[in-house]
């Protein structure tokens, strides 16, 4: 397997290790994406070795678990049904952890490092999910900033606490005077949107600008067809902007040279290495929204592509 997109590995190095330490075999443990390697290294508590690791771990396993789910009719988004899949297969990995943790004390009496981060793997896949879907689904547009935005939110106080982390409506103060009359008294808050530090790229929630080419793409070959966008025809590619940035809000300029990159290439040629493979990523991604929210017939049109190009890469 090859990543959607390239890892940056030195995002596993120790911070503080001595300037001139050795990662040559940590990066290379790292660098495997083989399923068996993968499935190795997870059974032997390698991924349990860090939280970066960690991490590392679902986004591998993610996709050999991915790369299947989509050959076969499903009803969760894949994000969601890895999870709970791995979630049914967790409770073994845990009590080894939990048994080498007790043996390892006994016999150093120091604390066991892997017993903790597999105790945060146990938060992960069932408390705070929504750090872990949400990683999977934004490292394919942007592994860095997603891998650095879950670092954080796993670091954060508030990840040991099961409650929601977002702010919500504060309840109404009612006091009463001595007349007996009832005045309420409404705090003032101010809210302010999270910020994403260090976070770039794709917006979440809303289609790269290729993915909104790819859609009207699976919409044309519905039984009543939209016309096809045609990107020889840069004369309306202006026109064809207006509308993008109206449903996706993005730059209009942005979006008329998303469409110039395309004047005299198809939408899905690519090559045959990361570049198909981030197609294939994004398509699957429209295929998961489509699917979840109902639209059946355009997500099988996702699935369709997504085959075509496995095909043509001999996958």
């Known amino acids: 397997m090859i990543d959607p997109i390239p890892v940056d590995l030195t995002l596993f190095h120790d911070e503080d290790a001595p300037p001139k330490a050795n990662w040559r075999m940590k990066d290379r443990l790292n660098g495997w994406t083989g399923l068996r390697c993968c ?9 349990n070795y860090d939280i970066a690791q960690r991490l590392l771990g679902h986004y591998r396993l993610f996709h050999h678990f991915k790369a299947d789910y989509i050959k076969s009719p499903h009803q969760l988004p894949a994000a969601s049904a890895y999870i709970l899949d791995y979630r049914s297969r967790h409770g073994i990995k845990y009590l080894l952890a939990r048994i080498v943790a007790f043996v390892v ?19 992960l896949v069932n408390e705070s999910t929504s750090i872990l879907y949400d990683f999977l689904i934004d490292a394919d547009h942007d592994f860095t900033a997603a891998f650095l935005q879950a670092m954080a939110r796993i670091k954060s106080p508030s990840f040991l606490s099961v409650m929601t982390p ?25 809210i302010q949107p999270t910020i994403r530090e260090g976070a770039t790229g794709k917006t979440k929630g809303i289609f790269s600008k290729r993915q909104l080419l790819m859609l009207f793409d699976l919409l044309s070959k519905q039984t009543r067809p939209l016309e096809k966008i045609d990107f020889s025809k840069n004369n309306r590619f202006d026109a064809i902007a207006t ?24 939408l899905y040629d690519s090559d045959p290495g990361g ?26 049109e996702a ?12 996958a």
Do not use: C, M
């Open 39 to 47: 499935r190795l290294l997870e059974w032997t508590g390698w991924y």
């Open 166 to 190: 977002y702010p919500v409506t504060p309840p109404v103060a009612i006091q009463y005077n001595d007349n007996r009359t009832r005045a309420v008294y409404h705090s003032q808050v101010h």
């Open 243 to 266: 509308l993008l940035h109206a449903i996706s809000g993005k730059s209009k300029a942005s979006i008329v040279e998303e469409l110039k990159d395309y004047h005299n290439k198809g």
């Open 303 to 314: 699935d369709i592509k997504i085959r075509e190009l496995e095909r043509n890469s001999g």
């Open 105 to 123: 004390s006994i016999l150093d009496r120091t604390p066991y490092p892997v017993s903790e981060i597999a105790a945060v793997n146990r938060q």
């Open 275 to 300: 570049q198909r493979n981030q197609t294939i990523a994004e398509l699957t991604n429209l295929a998961e929204t489509f699917r979840a929210a109902g639209f059946r017939s355009i997500a099988r």
